[in-house]
């Protein structure tokens, strides 16, 4: 394996979908792309002090760099590409460390208006086209049941056996952690019978189930330095994500990640996700949308969301061309609502983070911890 240099990194990644399927003709599907995955591997790690843990989550994000401010931003160099990438893992005992990464590739084979008083309202647009699932039936089932809850009021999503993806906002915010993150929780949503309860087979009735959260704790967490070192900034936007590892496997099928193809070659050009939106406490939530614009790191788009949806994880139905068979998998996370000043004009978008070729490798890697396994997106 070789570094790459400068901007042919990510110029790599820009022309990297190969195997297109045709958007012509009569038989064809919306195909997930086969991307030319580089390699993000640890090269030194630091032992930090203990944070303290003084920081209120914030669902909210703000930025002065809105989607023309983003298209024009010059993409990172190698090095600055590296130092983002780099992470800060945060363990059960109030233990931190920092890790340098290096970025590689295989040498071969590869295998909108408002007023001050409208602004907490703002993220539903027009008629709320949200859906709240009630039932086990639905609750339980994939996909619905890979959407879990943080103990600090955000949603996650299931990634693997012991692990959920999420905004990196709702544990740190950028400076230091939120309170509660030294016990993080992860809740799972599932029946509570009272007295007896209804019986397994007995979904039909009208009256939706009573449900609780089974609560797993958290064992690590991993948070990249582009978050922290943006603070929630014009760079720290594209890296508002962070992956969980759970202390015990959760029990549940899961979503994999994969990486965000353009948008126009989502199916119908639309994203779903589902999340615990805190003005329908006890609910999930389900909704889809179309994109309205996009960068390389950023969707931007108006689905209907209100606090405590961020860190839902935003997924495309695509057809797998090598198992023929179509498969779910998650493409972003969803940031939430975001401000933006433009031309003076404050105007709203709610943004959720892609997962780019980089930043798959990245994640595979903290839930793999072998980048062999992480060869295919």
Known sequence: MAGIPGLLLLLLFLLGAVGQVSPYGVHWKPTWPAYRLPVVLPQSTLNLDKPDFG??????????????????????????????????????NGSRTETQVGIYVLSSGGGQESSGKSRRKRQIYGYDSRFSIFGKDFLLNYPFSTSVKLSTGCTGTLVAE???????????????????????????????????????????????????????????????????????????????????????????KFMKIGVSPPAKQLPG????????????????????????????????????AQPGASGSGVYVRMWKRQQQKW?????????????????????????????????????????KGNYLDCREG
């Open 327 to 367: 498969e779910r998998k998650i493409i972003g996370i969803f940031s939430g609502h975001q401000w933006v000043d433009m031309n003076g004009s404050p105007q709203d978008f709610n943004v959720a983070v892609r997962i780019t070729p980089l930043k798959y490798a990245q994640i595979c890697y903290w839930i």
């Open 269 to 304: 050009g639309r994203i779903h996700f589902s999340g615990y939106d805190n003005d329908r406490p006890g609910n999930l939530v389900y909704r889809f949308c179309d994109v309205k614009d996009e960068t390389y790191d950023l969707l931007y788009q108006q689905c209907d």
């Open 162 to 252: 012991k692990h959920v993806l999420t905004a990196a906002h709702c544990i740190h915010d950028g400076k230091t952690y939120v309170k509660g993150t030294q016990k993080l929780r992860v809740g799972f949503l599932k029946p509570k019978f009272k007295d007896g309860g209804r019986g397994a087979n007995d979904s039909s009735s009208a009256m939706p189930e009573k449900m609780k959260f089974q609560w797993i704790r958290v064992k690590r967490t991993h948070v990249p330095k582009g978050w922290i070192k943006g603070n929630a900034n014009d760079i720290g936007m594209d890296y508002d994500y962070a992956l969980l590892e759970l202390k015990k496997p959760h029990k549940r």
């Open 55 to 92: 920081a209120e989550a914030k669902l909210e994000v703000s930025s002065s760099c809105g989607p023309q401010c983003h298209k024009g931003t010059p993409l990172p160099t190698y090095e600055e590409a590296k130092q983002y990438l780099s992470y800060e893992t945060l363990y059960a």
